[in-house]
């Protein structure tokens, strides 16, 4: 008995390598037919960067601006997120690895904020990816083991970003170095206007009141630059989101600290600061951006725009 089943195993061993072998050819046959198309779509890419210059991807809406504004007239610049969704758990479609093979390169936060990075991985073999928050100084997550990635939030973090594109544009394309600085000396210059601006305004708020809460604690970098603290129900979007234990959590703490007013962003749920909102009695005092930039119409549609009306919402609510 003991004979014929090694035999039997041996047959099944012997005919899933006969599968495997097949398999594998089949592999080969598709990756020859990819990568005879992969040499037409570069040649295109080669055609297309001799005629508009640079074809920039990005992961969402704020880098997109940033980058933007650096790169002006010289390129076109497009974002896989849509305005509204969060970059976090984004799931890509067909037409997102598209875009990111398209690209002459893909350009994401990095800190692992983009959680899909491995689908466009599987997906997009010829792009480059290059992290654009290389050299920021990393605020830990809870339990500290991951970092979090909301360093543009932060108007001095968005400063070193301009820095990070700027230089990778010009390694791209040398012959584009004095536009990209230009733009981005007048954009840096903006920023650190902004920069100055925030500290300003933020003094108006007593300093005991000034804490941030929202849904998601994405204020960590802004609240370490500009004196805050910060909580959310929830530490990251990629984390448990919203269990009553959190959400009690958050009213008390509203309660103790007698805070003035509490906040939400536009990519959440907001179901759960309208929560802690009528439990408290503490009203919510704006819509505040975070994972995106707004919508046309919402005068927040660039990163600049987006960070005034951040801390204008912040000063009005903390001052009540
Ligand atoms: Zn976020």
Same mark, same amino acid.
């Given at each position: 008995?003991?004979?014929?089943?090694?035999?039997?195993?041996?047959?099944?061993?012997?005919?899933?390598?006969?599968?495997?072998?097949?398999?594998?050819?089949? &592999?080969?046959?598709?990756?020859?037919?990819?990568?005879?198309?992969?040499?037409?779509?570069?040649?295109?890419?080669?055609?297309?960067?001799?005629?508009?210059?640079? &074809?920039?991807?990005?992961?969402?809406?704020?880098?997109?601006?940033?980058?933007?504004?650096?790169?002006?007239?010289?390129?076109?610049?497009?974002?896989?997120? !849509?305005?509204?969704?969060?970059?976090?758990?984004?799931?890509?479609?067909?037409?997102?690895?598209?875009?990111?093979?398209?690209?002459?390169?893909?350009?994401?936060?990095?800190?692992?904020?983009?959680?899909?990075?491995?689908?466009?991985?599987?997906?997009?073999?010829? &792009?480059?990816?290059?992290?654009?928050?290389?050299?920021?100084?990393?605020?830990?997550?809870?339990?500290?083991?991951?970092?979090?990635?909301?360093?543009?939030?932060? +108007?001095?973090?968005?400063?070193?970003?301009?820095?990070?594109?700027?230089?990778?544009?010009?390694?791209?394309? !040398?012959?584009?170095?004095?536009?990209?600085?230009?733009?981005?000396?007048?954009?840096?210059?903006?920023?650190?206007?902004?920069?100055?601006?925030?500290?300003?305004?933020?003094?108006?708020?007593?300093?005991?009141?000034?804490?941030?809460?929202?849904?998601?604690?994405?204020?960590?970098?802004?609240?370490?630059?500009?004196?805050?603290?910060?909580?959310?129900?929830?530490?990251?979007?990629?984390?448990?989101?919203?269990?009553?234990?959190?959400?009690?959590?958050?009213?008390?703490?509203?309660?103790?600290?007698?805070?003035? +007013?509490?906040?939400?962003?536009?990519?959440?749920?907001?179901?759960?600061?309208?929560?802690?909102?009528?439990?408290?009695?503490?009203?919510?005092?704006?819509?505040?951006?975070?994972?995106?930039?707004?919508?046309?119409?919402?005068?927040?549609?660039?990163?600049?725009?987006?960070?005034?009306?951040?801390?204008?919402?912040?000063?009005?609510?903390? &001052?009540?």
């Amino acid at each position: 008995m003991k004979k014929k089943g090694w035999i039997w195993l041996s047959m099944v061993v012997a005919f899933s390598l006969l599968l495997a072998a097949c398999g594998s050819e089949e &592999t080969v046959q598709e990756d020859e037919t990819g990568t005879n198309e992969d040499n037409g779509s570069s040649e295109e890419v080669v055609q297309d960067e001799n005629e508009e210059g640079l &074809t920039i991807t990005t992961s969402f809406s704020i880098l997109g601006d940033i980058i933007s504004q650096v790169i002006g007239d010289r390129g076109t610049v497009e974002y896989i997120v !849509p305005i509204g969704e969060e970059p976090h758990e984004y799931e890509p479609v067909p037409s997102d690895f598209q875009k990111v093979s398209d690209a002459d390169v893909f350009y994401v936060n990095g800190l692992d904020l983009e959680e899909w990075l491995e689908s466009i991985l599987t997906n997009v073999t010829e &792009t480059e990816i290059v992290a654009i928050s290389d050299g920021v100084t990393a605020i830990p997550l809870e339990g500290g083991e991951e970092d979090d990635p909301h360093a543009w939030l932060s +108007a001095k973090n968005a400063i070193l970003y301009v820095d990070n594109i700027v230089e990778d544009l010009i390694k791209r394309d !040398p012959d584009g170095e004095s536009v990209y600085r230009e733009n981005a000396d007048a954009y840096i210059t903006q920023l650190e206007e902004l920069d100055a601006w925030i500290e300003e305004e933020v003094v108006e708020i007593p300093e005991e009141k000034r804490v941030i809460v929202v849904s998601e604690n994405a204020f960590k970098y802004f609240g370490a630059d500009y004196g805050f603290e910060t909580e959310g129900v929830w530490d990251i979007n990629s984390h448990a989101e919203g269990t009553p234990q959190q959400v009690s959590r958050i009213i008390d703490l509203v309660n103790d600290l007698e805070l003035p +007013a509490v906040f939400v962003e536009t990519t959440v749920n907001q179901d759960f600061m309208k929560q802690v909102s009528n439990e408290t009695n503490v009203p919510i005092a704006g819509e505040v951006y975070t994972d995106a930039v707004g919508l046309e119409g919402s005068g927040a549609e660039t990163y600049l725009e987006m960070m005034e009306h951040n801390v204008n919402v912040f000063v009005e609510g903390l &001052t009540q």
